[in-house]
C-alpha cells in the first residue's frame, strides 16, 4: 500500500536509486495510486478526462500552458496528484475539530494535515477550548469588518494572496483592499518570480515571458536554466524532447542532474510505454556552482563578443544581430565595455565550469538561429536574481533573440493562476496606469503609497505594526522563508483570516481572533444567483481561459472565493465603490470592470468563450518597448563579488556547505502530496539532507553519525535543524531524531574499565561512587555501556542521556588525554553542548580549551549536565 494511504502511519523510509526515465510506469502507477487514494474514484475518472478542457477546468497545479492540440488526455503526473488531492471524499468537518485541539493539531506532520480532506464550513478560534468551532458567515463577516474599522490606519491590516485565486477573485480582492485604503499585498510572486517580474520590467519593458506555446515548436536552441520540469511543470517535458527529435539543442543548466532533464517515456506513447522506452530532453548538460548562473551567461557573452570581433576582422557574417541592435536597443557599448572588464578568471571561477564547458555553451547559442531561455526558482532565489536575468535578457538581445517565432523569455510560472493575479492588480507596488484606471472608473481616491510586501509584512506584525492578517488561499506560515518568525508574527495580530480548501499549518499559528473560511477549488462547481459560473485564469504564456468546475461542492456552507471577499468587502465598506454583492451574482460583471480597467481585456466576456481562450499579447514579444527610454535596454551589472552573502562574511564564519532547497516530486508548492522522492530514489521520507561524498569525506562523517544543520547569519537568531545521520546506503543525512534534549541527569555511563588501575585519584573515586550504587554517596543505582567507538557510545547519550568519560592515565604522563581536540573532542563536545548537555576535560570547558597543535590530546568528560558537573568538582576537590 502507498504510503498515500497510511497518513496515520508511519512509513519505513528507504532509498533505492530510481533507473526509469522521467514519465512512463512511474508516473502512471503514482497517478493510478493517488486516483485510487482519493476516495473518490469513479467520480474523479471524469474529473481528470475534463482537465484543461475546453468546457472544463484549469489545473489547480502549475501555471504552464495548454498545448492547442486537442485530446482526450492534457494532464500531467502532478497535475493528477492536485486533482485527486482537491477532489477528495475526505472531509474536515466541525467533528473533526471537537476531537482535536489546535495543540494537538500542532503536533502532526503538514502531510497528515492536509490529507484530511476539505474543509466544510467556516470556523472561528475559540481560546478557552484550543479548539475551532462553528461560525455563521455573517457573523463571520460582521468579525472581520470589526476588527478592520477598528484599526488605527488601514496599513496595518496585510492582505495576502496565492497564486491559486481565480482573476475574477484576484481583481474583486484588490479592488476592496483599495477601496478600503491600504496596498498592503504580501503576495506568493514575492517567493518565486519577483525577481523576473523586476528584471523583465527594467529591461524590456515587460514583467512577464515574452513566447507562446507554438514558440518550443520553432525554436533551434532551448536553454533551461535552474528549473526542474519533471517534478513542477512535466508537461514541458514533451516540447523539450520533441525539440531533441527535430534536431534542436537542448541545454540544461543546473547544478544537480535530475530526471526530467535527462530523459522521457511518454505515457500517452504505446509503443513507448509498451517497449519500456524513452528519448532524451536535452543534448548537453551543465552543472554550475550555486548562483553561478550569471557568470557563466557573462562567459557565454564574453565568447560572442570574441567571436564577433574576430568575424569583423575577417569580413566574414556577425555574430551580433546589429539591425536589431540599432533599432530597438539601447546600452550596448556600455554592456560591452563590462563584459571587456570581467575577467575569464573571475567568470571560471564564479560559474564553477571549466572554460571548455563555457565556450561550448555559448556555441549552442550562437548556432540556434531562434533561441528560448526558460528559467524557474534556480535562477530566481539569489541576492543576484535580478542582475542574472538581466543577463540572460542581455544574452538574447545580442542576437536579436526577443520578440520573432521561436525565440524569446520564458520564465517559468509555479502556481497555476499567479501571473494572472498580478496581471488584475495583486502587488503592493502598483503601476500608476492602474491606479489611474481605478480612480477614473470607481470615483474614490486611491492609496499611492507602497504597501507590504511579504518580508516587509512579517516584520509589520512581528513589532506589531499590522494586526489583521487575511490570506485569499495558501499557506503563509510554511511558504514564507523564516517559518518559525513568521508563526510568531501571525500570532502577534488580533485577527488572522484563511481562505481555504483544506487544513493546513497556517491555520495553527493564528490571532488572538482567528477564522478559518472554507472555499471552492477548481473542481467545484460555482453556482450563484444567475446559475453556474466560469472563473478565468492567465498561463505563462499570457493565454486567458475559462474553468468550469465539474464537481459538486461537499458542503452546502463553503462558498466561492468571489463571493467571500464580496462578503467581506459589504460588510466592511457597504455598497462603495461597488454593490459587492450583487457583483458576485454574475462573474461576467466582474469581468467587465476588468475590461474597463485592465490593459488588453476588451470584451473579455465574450473573447474568453473562444474555445482555448485568447492570447492577452505582449509588447516586448510584439519588439515595443515600455521602458522609459521606448528601448530594451542592456543592463551593465557586475558579476556579485562572491556567492557567500556578505551578513555571512561579516560573521566571520566560514560557511562548511552551501545548501540549497528543494521540493520533493510528491510535492508541488507547500503542498505534500506523499512522502516519497522518486526521481531521486526516495521513499517514505521528506527530511533528506543530500551532500557531495566529497564534502562527507572532507567533513569527517561517519556512518550512523548525527549532525546538525545550522544556518550562518548576522542577527543573532539561530536556525538550527537538529537530528540528521548519515546513512551509509543512502549517500544522504536523514532526519531521525527531531530536537535532541540530553536529559541533565542520567543512571548511565561509558568509560573502559580495563584501563582503571591507570586513572587518576578524582576518576577512581568517582567510578567507585557510581558503581557503589543506591548504598553509595549518590544514592542511585547507575547502569555501564562500553562500546569502545565514540561515535556509537555519544550517539547513545544524545538519544537517552548519559556520560560519556575517556580520562588521562599514568602511562603516558607528558599527555594530557587520549583523544584528539581537534579531530574528536570538539566536534561532539560542540554536538553535546547544542543538545543540551556539557563537556570539559575535568578542569575546563572543551570548547573554551585553545588549540595549540594539530593532533592536540585531552581528557573527555561529556554527556548529561549533572554527571559532567560532579567529575569536574572531584578534579577541582
Known sequence: MSTHHQADKTPIPRYKPYKGAAGGWGALISVTQHWLGSDNALKNLRMMLKTNQNGGFDCPGCAWGDSPESGMVKFCENGAKAVNWEATKRRVDPAFFARYSVSALLEQSDYWLEYQGRLTEPLAYD????????????NAFALIAKHLKNLPSPNMAEFYTSGRASNEAAYLYQLFVRAYGTNNFPDCSNMCHEAS???????????????????????????????NPGTNHPRMLEPLREAVQRGAQVVCVNPLKERGLERFQHPQHPVEMLTNG???????????ALGGDMALLRGMAKFLLQWERDAQLANEPSVFDHAFLNEHTEGVLEYLAAIDDTSWDEIVEQSGLPLTDIEQSARMYAKGKNVIMCWAMGITQHRHSVATIQEIANLMLLRGNIGRPGAGLCPVRGHSNVQGDRTMGINERPPVFLLDALEKRFQFKVPRENGHNVVEAIHAMAEGRAKVFIALGGNFAQATPDSHRTAEALSNCDLTVQISTKLNRSHLFHGKDALILPCFGRTDIDIQANGPQAVTVEDSFSMVHASNGQLKPSSKQMRSEPAIIAGIANATLGKAPVDWLWLVEDYDRIRDLIADTIPGFKDFNERVKHPGGFYLGNAAGARRWNTASTRANFKSNALPLSLIHEDISSTGQIPDLIMQSMRSHDQYNTTIYGLDDRYRGVKGQRDVLFVNEADIIRLGFQPGQKADVIS??????????????????????????????????????AINMSNQRHWEAPVQRYVNELLAGEEGPLKKNYNMRWVAAMVADVHRILTRGGL???PRDSREPSKPGKLRLMYEANPMSFLVEQAGGASTDGHQRILDIQPEGLHQRVAV??????????????HKE
Open 861 to 874: 568528560y561529556l554527556g548529561s549536565k549533572e554527571e559532567v558537573e560532579r567529575a569536574t568538582a572531584y
Open 278 to 288: 524513452d528519448r532524451p530532453t536535452n543534448t548537453a548538460y551543465f552543472r554550475p
Open 127 to 138: 481560546a478557552e477550548t484550543d479548539r475551532y468551532k462553528p461560525i455563521s458567515w455573517d
Open 804 to 806: 560519556f568519560m575517556y
Open 197 to 227: 517580474g523586476v528584471a523583465l520590467s527594467q529591461s524590456v519593458g515587460v514583467g512577464k515571458g515574452t513566447v507562446t506555446f507554438e514558440d518550443f515548436e520553432h525554436a533551434d536552441a532551448i536553454f533551461v536554466l535552474g528549473q
Open 712 to 749: 550562518i547569519w548576522s542577527d543573532n537568531r539561530e536556525r538550527r535543524v537538529k537530528g540528521f545521520t548519515l546513512d551509509r546506503e543512502m549517500g544522504s543525512f536523514v532526519l531521525t531524531h527531531e530536537d535532541i534534549k540530553i536529559p541533565e541527569s542520567t543512571q548511565e555511563f
